[in-house]
Each structure stands twice: as structure tokens, then as C-alpha cells.
């Protein structure tokens, strides 16, 4: 498998700029730098008039030295230490060239080389700052305390103080603090943040429930069966911090290009200055002359930022376009992708609920069904309830008068309307009644991915209201344009199997996985990894995180995804629109088409500088206007036009 390469060291570090771009900054390492660039930016714009229109030189180099100073204190204090530690690397190299540019009377060059290796190294810097910031949002879910019931008693402790064994209370919208088993009580438990499910799940004696969900109606005392260091949420966490610590084969490409680049160019130019003359006798001031040409255009300055600037603007003209990218890397990778997995709910469905069927039976009008469902809904705080509820205010229902109302946890609802007593729930509300269920209608509706609800007295069924997750308007159209790139999906989710089945079969999902916890996705993604090498996760919950991370690409969906979610993810769809991801691609494939073209005439440009470098045939200001400061110019014009491209489709 070639996906995310583990890298157990604390410390992910890029040797190319000797940078450790993940270890923990402070807050205002970001402002700092933008002053620093802006400064020297300015010291080297008056330098360039001074030495171009002014011909006072003195002061000229007096100012770039200043730049010098300024932007490339950290750059050569790294080159220092990574000499000293004979570890070679791009920073060694461009400050031997920033060096030997002065030496050679060209200050402006080695100001501006060592200036936009900063701006460079600030890019990669501001794409990874946030890499490490995802865990503080996981660790908020449990809560802090726990009421724990001892010897008929109730009392608070500290969650860290709960032990195995020990019965928890849970009282109505408490959120549950350790993972255990339900030993009294039943109510409805939103498990959504940990298991993705789109519709809260009645919990009686011997049911799990998880540390983070929340109780909404009912009261429950659980046994706990995990510390809380080993709860479902706990794992989570640990699953996420395992996937961060990962090299894209970026990385590992640029960390052997620089192990080797930078070794050859310098000895390739200490050979041009010092083999000539003592072997051949030739003159040295000639010899040395043509050697730090050698030196200037072999600078890796353009080929160092060609990819960086083009990366920043493909993500400016994603962000223009609601899609937020963290850094170049994910921009290069997911192009490959052959494969993306979508969560279900909130992803692929907008994870609310929606009234889809209202079936009267018996007689009875759909306005006179959602009349009786209604009333005795409203006095039930159930997710179903309010949608319901909602439904018949917006239809203009007047609700009726509940009298000697009831609720039956895990079950539904009943109530006398007039001097008839009405029903509202699931099936097995109506199992200790006479009406007569409508079986083959119902299981039409499961079979279509629906929640069916049953309202009725105790002589017949008044109607059934089914409801379903919404579907999200671009989700069928996203499917078909990614399957006519080549693109296979797949499906995750927490929902049983019948509703993933229905749903994958309208959306014409290749393939999908229900009753999964986050554990299972991650196996999931990693068995695809190894299938297909190159897969993106897309996903908004907090269950979907390790998914997201483990994938080659993490995509969030941005405004509706926890917080968790999209900090883990590497891509956030702003606005939650699937179609962004067809964009994307394009957007991929367009900026690096255009950083293939800059490495080309890089290398083209200065292959062939090198090479005439040796004879003599160029001047040094032909190496230094052309085959440096003219390339690098040339690669971030070009790189500029992905910017201003607003739809690359």
C-alpha cells in the first residue's frame, strides 16, 4: 500500500526547507512573518531603484543586505546547522548562492533569492499550521462530570474518577459521559456524533450507548463498561492522532530530491571554480566567475517556488469558489483518485428529516391523518414530533385539544381527541390494539429507506406518514459526473442496511457498507487504499474524523461538518455543495498541468544555462536576468492564471 507512508517520529519535518512544518506554533508566528516579508519586500523594492535608476550601488547593497538580514536570518541559521550536522539541503544552497551572488557584485540577486525562498517557506508554513488543532474539538464532547448513584445516592464526580461497574445517571438531554450498558430505564439517545445515524435510537436494558451522545427524552441508568481513556470517543481520538502522523509521497519525493540536488550543484560548481585552474593551469578569476554562474542558475529558486505558487493559486481559486483547501499537496493528489467514499447523512443527505408519503386510510383525508399526528405529537419533544408538528402549522392545521395524553419510551404516543383515543408511533405501539396493520405498506416504505409512522385508534388505522433524510439536490447529479470521469463511489454509513441499500440504489452508487461504527469505516477506507491506492473520504460528522484522515484525501462538508471533521480533512466544501467535487478535479488537473509546465522550462532553462555556463558563453547577468530571476518570474506569471480561473471544467 503507497497511501500515507506512517511516520512514527513526534516531530513531521521537511527536510527539503529543514523545517519542522508540523511542530506546534505560537499564535503569532503567522503575523510575524507577514511583517517580515512586507518589510523586506519594501527594503528590496527601494534597493532595486536605487540600483537600477539611481546607479548609487553603495546603498543598494547597503539595502539588500538589509533584506538579507530580515528574511533570511532563519534560512541561514537552518543552512548553519543543517552544514554543521553535514546534512546538505536546500537552504545550505540558497545561501551559498545569496553568498556568492554578493561576491559577485549582484546583491539584488541575493536579496531576491533569499526573499522569495521565504515567501516559500511561509506558503508551506500557513498550509500546515492547523494540522494538530483537531483534538481540543473531540475532547469537548464528553462531558467533565458524571452523576454516579452509590448506595442510593446520587453524586458528581470527576469523569477521570468513574470506574467500571459503576451505575451513571442520565436524566433527560444530559449527554451520556462513559461508554456502558443501559440497566434501567428507556428513551431516545441522538448517537449521530458517534455512529452517523439519521434518526435517534430507542435504548432499553442490555442496549449500548457511548460516551458524546446525548439522551433527549428519557431517563436511563447505565453500567459503565469502559475508563473514560477507553471509550469509543477515546479510540476516536487516538485513530485521528495515528493518521496524522503520515508522509505524502510528496514529501518523500522532495526530501530525496534535495538529498541529492544540493550535494551535486555545490561539488559541480566547486569543480567548475578549482579543477581547471590547478589542473589545467587556466585562470582562476575566470574559472571562479564561471562557477558561481553555475551556482546562480543552478539555485533551485524557481523549481522551489513554481510548485508553491501555483498550489496557492489553484487554492485562491477554490476559495472564490467555495471549496477550501489546506495546502498544495491535496491539489496535486486528487486528480488521482479512483475512488470516493461518501458518508451518508449529512453528506450525501442533508440529515434532517423530511415528510415524504401521507397515506389516509379508512376514509380519512391526508388533512384530518396529519390533524391527529400532530396534535398528539405536539406534546412530545421526539426529533419525528417536531417535523411533523412543523409540517401541519405550515399547512395551516389547526391542532386539536389532547386529553389524558401519554408517552410510551421507545414506542410512541396516545391521547383522547374528543372521546376517542388516538395512537401515533411504530408498530409495536399498535401490537396491544385491534387495528389492523397494513404490512405490505409499510414494508414498502422500509424497503424505500423510510421511517414509517402509524397513526390510529384502537378500531383502525387513520393513516400512515412516512418520513425520510433528504436527499441533498446535487448528490444524483455529483454521482453521475464523477462516474463519467472514471470514478468509482461508495457509500458508508451508520443507518441500516435497508435505507443504505435504497439509497445507493437511487443515487446508483457502485458500492455501499451500513451499520458501521467509525472503527469499520476506517477499516473500510483502508482495505480501498489497498485496493485502489488512491481514495478520498468525504464526510461532515465527527464520527466520519478518522475516516477523513486515513483516507489519501479528507473532505469535509464545510458548514454543516463538526468542527472535528473539518479540521481533520485536508479539503472543506464551504458550502456544502456536492457538485464542487467534480470542480475540484478539474481545478487539480488544470494547476498541475501548469506546475508540469514550470518545472519543464525550469529545468529546460536552467539545463541549458548550466551547460553554457561552462564555455563562457553566457554573461552573469544573462544567468542572473534569464536563467533565474526571469525564470522565477516567468513560473509565478504563469501560476498566476490558475487564479483567475473561475471555472475550469
Known amino acids: 500500500m503507497t497511501h500515507k507512508p506512517r511516520d512514527h517520529q513526534t516531530e513531521v519535518g521537511c527536510s527539503t526547507c529543514a523545517t519542522d512544518t508540523l511542530e506546534p506554533k505560537g499564535p503569532r508566528w ?19 531603484y536605487f540600483e537600477l535608476l539611481t546607479e548609487q550601488h553603495i546603498v543598494a547593497q547597503f539595502l539588500f543586505l538589509t533584506v538579507v538580514a530580515i528574511s533570511g536570518y532563519d534560512i541561514i541559521k537552518k543552512a548553519i546547522a543543517s552544514a554543521l550536522k553535514k546534512r546538505l539541503n536546500i537552504n545550505v544552497l540558497i545561501s551559498i548562492a545569496s553568498a556568492g551572488a554578493f561576491l559577485i557584485g549582484h546583491g539584488e540577486e541575493g536579496a531576491a533569492v533569499i526573499f522569495l525562498f ?18 481540543k474539538f473531540l475532547l469537548k464532547l464528553a462531558p467533565k462530570t458524571a452523576t454516579v448513584k452509590k448506595k442510593g445516592e446520587e453524586i458528581t464526580v470527576p469523569i477521570k474518577d468513574v470506574k467500571i461497574g459503576d451505575t451513571v445517571i442520565i436524566k433527560p438531554g444530559d449527554k451520556i459521559p462513559v461508554d456502558g450498558i443501559v440497566i434501567g430505564g428507556i428513551s431516545s439517545v441522538n448517537q449521530a456524533p458517534i455512529t452517523g445515524e439519521s434518526v435517534a435510537v430507542t435504548k432499553l436494558k442490555g442496549c449500548d450507548v457511548f460516551a458524546g451522545t446525548t439522551n433527549e427524552e428519557g431517563y436511563l441508568e447505565i453500567k459503565v463498561t469502559k475508563k473514560s481513556d477507553e471509550t469509543l470517543l477515546s479510540r476516536i481520538v487516538s485513530l485521528v492522532e495515528e493518521a496524522q502522523k503520515q508522509k505524502s509521497k510528496t514529501e518523500v519525493f522532495i526530501d530525496r530530491f534535495a538529498k541529492h540536488y544540493t550535494p551535486v550543484v555545490i561539488v559541480l560548481a566547486l569543480a567548475v571554480m578549482t579543477l581547471p585552474p590547478f589542473i589545467f593551469g587556466l585562470p582562476l578569476s575566470d574559472w571562479f566567475y564561471r562557477g558561481l554562474i553555475l551556482l546562480v542558475v543552478s539555485c533551485p529558486c524557481a523549481l522551489a517556488i513554481s510548485t508553491p505558487i501555483s498550489m496557492v493559486s489553484g487554492i485562491t481559486a477554490a476559495a472564490r469558489n467555495g471549496v477550501l483547501i489546506k495546502g498544495g499537496t491535496f491539489i496535486e493528489e486528487i486528480r488521482n483518485v479512483k475512488v470516493i467514499v461518501f458518508d451518508k447523512t449529512g453528506t ?3 440529515g434532517q428529516l423530511e415528510i415524504t408519503d401521507i397515506i389516509a386510510l379508512n376514509e380519512y383525508s391526508e388533512r384530518d391523518l396529519l390533524r391527529l399526528a400532530a396534535s398528539l405529537e405536539s406534546k412530545s419533544r421526539h426529533p419525528l414530533a417536531k417535523i411533523i408538528v412543523k409540517s401541519a402549522r405550515e399547512r395551516g392545521i389547526k391542532l386539536k385539544n389532547i386529553r389524558n395524553f401519554k408517552s410510551v419510551a421507545g414506542k410512541g404516543l396516545m391521547g383522547e381527541i374528543g372521546e376517542t383515543l388516538f395512537y401515533v408511533g411504530n408498530e409495536s405501539l399498535f401490537k396491544d390494539v385491534n387495528a389492523e396493520i397494513p404490512v405490505r405498506l409499510t414494508k414498502r416504505l422500509e424497503g424505500e ?8 385508534n384502537r378500531n383502525h388505522l387513520v393513516g400512515v406518514i412516512a418520513l425520510m433524510d433528504k436527499v441533498r439536490t446535487a448528490s444524483s ?16 454509513t451508520g443507518d441500516n442496511k435497508r ?43 465527527i464520527n466520519d474524523a478518522p475516516a477523513l484522515a486515513t483516507a489519501h484525501i479528507g473532505i469535509a462538508m464545510g458548514t454543516i ?14 458550502d456544502d455543495d456536492l457538485s464542487k467535487l467534480s470542480y475540484l478535479i478539474n481545478l487539480s488537473r488544470r494547476t498541475m498541468a501548469v506546475v508540469k509546465q514550470n518545472i519543464t522550462v525550469s529545468l529546460l532553462i536552467k539545463g541549458s544555462f548550466a551547460i553554457l555556463a561552462l564555455p563562457g558563453v553566457i554573461p552573469l547577468w544573462l544567468a542572473v536576468a534569464v536563467g533565474d530571476m526571469g525564470l522565477s518570474l516567468a513560473v509565478i506569471l504563469n501560476a498566476l492564471r490558475i487564479g483567475r480561473i473561475k471555472d475550469v471544467s
Open 30 to 48: 503567522k503575523q510575524k512573518k507577514i511583517r517580515v516579508a512586507s518589510v523586506a519586500g519594501i527594503i528590496l523594492a527601494i534597493g532595486l
Open 477 to 492: 447529479g455529483t454521482i453521475k459526473e464523477l462516474k463519467n470521469k472514471g470514478i468509482r463511489t461508495v457509500m458508508l
Open 561 to 574: 461538518g463538526s468542527d472535528v471533521a473539518i479540521e481533520t480533512a485536508d479539503i472543506a466544501l464551504m
Open 499 to 541: 435505507v443504505a441499500k435504497s439509497l445507493a440504489r437511487k443515487l446508483t452508487i457502485d458500492e455501499y457498507y451500513a451499520e458501521l461504527s467509525p472503527e469499520d469505516k476506517v477499516r473500510i477506507v483502508e482495505n480501498l487504499l489497498g485496493k485502489y491506492e488512491h481514495v478520498a473520504m468525504v464526510g461532515d460528522g
Open 348 to 350: 450525501l443527505t442533508e
Open 118 to 135: 521565504f515567501i516559500a517557506e511561509f506558503l508551506e508554513d500557513y498550509a500546515v499550521e492547523r494540522a494538530k488543532k483537531s483534538m
Open 449 to 456: 429507506g423510510k421511517t414509517a409512522v402509524l397513526v390510529g
